[in-house]
């Protein structure tokens, strides 16, 4: 099977891509209701043979304490989505450089609001310049990520209907 299993809050906020066997326990101990499926994968439970779910709703609210996420290279990669923030290219796990906004050796930390995922080619054009030395642009302000990052790489399927519990758009 392999596919990813969005789970939501009883309120539909949602809370993490979860793995098959989790989901399977949240269903035998009826924790979840099923919102949406996987097509053509059928699954026998309890109720029947229904299609494998791709999206589950607990039955009960959980409170999330979201802690300040802890910078990492990986996580500046999650927060921009694999892409450069300046040519706007997709970029896969060996593509992918960061970049320093300010660069070290002007005084530049490594921090989520100094640093961007750029490619090599891009990353190499600035150089230890600044952007305006550089004559270059982000795509997007870089901010720090507010709570858990959800990443689905380009190899995982995407299901239509997530879509609606990312603000309408695929962000991944």
């Not at 979201?66 to 796990?93: E, I, M, N, P, W």
């Amino acid at each position: 099977m392999s596919k990813k299993i969005l789970l939501l809050n009883s309120t539909c906020e949602v809370l993490s891509f979860i793995s098959e066997r989790k989901a399977i326990k949240l269903l035998f101990k009826d924790k979840v209701d099923i919102i949406s499926t996987w097509p053509d994968m059928p699954f026998s439970y309890k109720r029947g043979v229904v299609n494998f779910p791709a999206t589950l709703r607990l039955k009960y609210f959980v409170k999330k304490n979201y802690s300040q996420l802890t910078f990492s290279r990986k996580a500046v990669f999650k927060r921009d989505r694999f892409s450069c923030q300046y040519c706007g290219k997709f970029l896969k796990s060996g593509q992918v450089t960061v970049d320093h906004i300010i660069p070290k050796s002007l005084g530049g930390n490594s921090s989520f609001q100094n640093c961007v995922t750029a490619c090599y080619t891009c990353n190499n054009k600035k150089g230890s310049r600044t952007l305006e030395q550089a004559n270059m642009v982000l795509m997007s302000k870089p901010l720090i990520p507010a709570g858990y990052l959800h990443y689905i790489s380009e190899s995982d399927q995407w299901h239509d209907e997530w879509s609606d519990f990312f603000g309408g758009e695929r962000k991944f």
